[in-house]
């Protein structure tokens, strides 16, 4: 696991202790479902059985691998539409090339991220380079779904590339676990990801033993995900292990143990931790696209398929033509599907 580490914790700025902080309580522990995305690349679903209340602003949240891929196995996504939300590709191990309808684009690599904002319509592609489509090779990471508000749903697609180098590295006053800052803020130090929406992406690793107790805001959300490693969550001790998201309820610090003994494959706590403001609005939501309501959802496929959203380069013609299939297949279900991690979701 390359994504950024340091050969001396110690020296790195420490979080505050916060002794009267109240922790916040364990509201529900979930196991994340195994399937396939894309191409066909295996991914864990994080927010699966989780409602959607608990989980504002975030949409969605698969765990990619980790997988040890053959020579000639590596896989991608095909170019799709997006509208109405970003997405955020978190690459631990391995290499992805993005490429957008915009002209944003570029390659990440252990420890770095790239951060679309889809705004009021875009079309991209996520695939491994073709010299690690040759060679195989490791590859895990994450994708995030963030919401935008109605004001910013509208907004002009737009594209960042976070560096591994770039992000805030912090320990806790123990150093006892190593925290990365991708976005948002901690203890008042700020990770170099523009948010269009106000939230908190961290990856900490966490040594066996120790014990992680981060201030969070009141007025975020917070959601723990167990990459990696066994442990317990919040003063209650409940245990977690690889696969497990933990939502947190009230109060102003999340604590996470982990622990003693670890797997040999996995010697620490790995966590993606994630908080947000929520939006309170209504979520219409189906395949690609992320809205208020279920015509603003039907107008989405409808602006596509008239290409509206942006145009995939001739080489990909195939890749259009399969496109503008699937998603003339998927508007027709619209009104049917209900409630399902891929359907139309109102609260």
Do not use: C
């Not at 590709?89 to 993005?98: K, L």
């Amino acid at each position: 696991m390359p994504a950024v580490t340091v050969s001396d914790i110690t020296v790195l700025p420490r979080v505050a202790d916060a002794p009267n902080a109240r922790a916040r309580r364990v509201k529900s522990i979930t196991t994340a479902p195994q399937g396939f995305e894309g191409e066909g690349f295996p991914v864990r679903r994080a927010f699966a059985g989780v409602d959607l209340a608990e989980l504002d602003p975030f949409i969605h949240l698969d765990q990619m691998g980790e997988v040890e891929y053959a020579p000639g196995e590596p896989k991608g996504t095909p170019w799709h539409p997006h509208r109405g939300f970003e997405t955020v590709t978190y690459i631990i191990d391995g290499i992805f090339d993005h490429k957008d309808s915009n002209g944003g684009g570029g390659t990440i690599s252990n420890g770095d991220t790239q951060w679309m904002t889809a705004g009021g319509g875009i079309l991209h592609i996520e695939t491994p380079p073709e010299h690690l489509v040759m060679s195989g090779g490791l590859f895990h990471g994450f994708q995030l779904w963030v919401n935008l508000p109605a004001a910013k749903k509208w907004s002009p697609p737009a594209y960042q590339d976070v560096r591994a180098n770039d992000v805030a590295l912090l320990s806790t006053a123990d150093g006892g676990s190593l925290i990365r800052i991708i976005a948002g803020e901690l203890d008042g130090h700020v990770g170099p990801g523009t948010t269009q929406t106000p939230i908190t992406l961290i990856h900490a690793t966490v040594a066996p033993g120790a014990e992680l107790r981060l201030p969070w805001r009141k007025d975020y959300n917070a959601l723990v995900y167990t990459i990696s490693g066994h442990g317990f969550v919040g003063d209650e001790n409940r245990p977690v292990h690889m696969g497990q998201l933990t939502v947190f309820g009230d109060g102003d610090s999340i604590v996470v143990r982990a622990a003693n003994n670890q797997e040999t494959r996995s010697p620490n706590l790995e966590l993606f931790i994630l908080g947000g403001q929520p939006i309170k609005e209504p979520v219409a939501w189906m395949g690609p696209f992320v809205m208020n309501t279920k015509r603003e959802v039907l107008q989405a496929f409808e602006d596509f398929q008239k290409g509206l959203l942006g145009s995939i380069p001739a080489i990909y013609k195939e890749d259009a033509k399969r496109l503008l299939n699937r998603t003339d297949k998927l508007s027709g279900d619209i009104l049917d599907v209900h409630n399902t991690p891929q359907g139309i979701q109102e609260n």
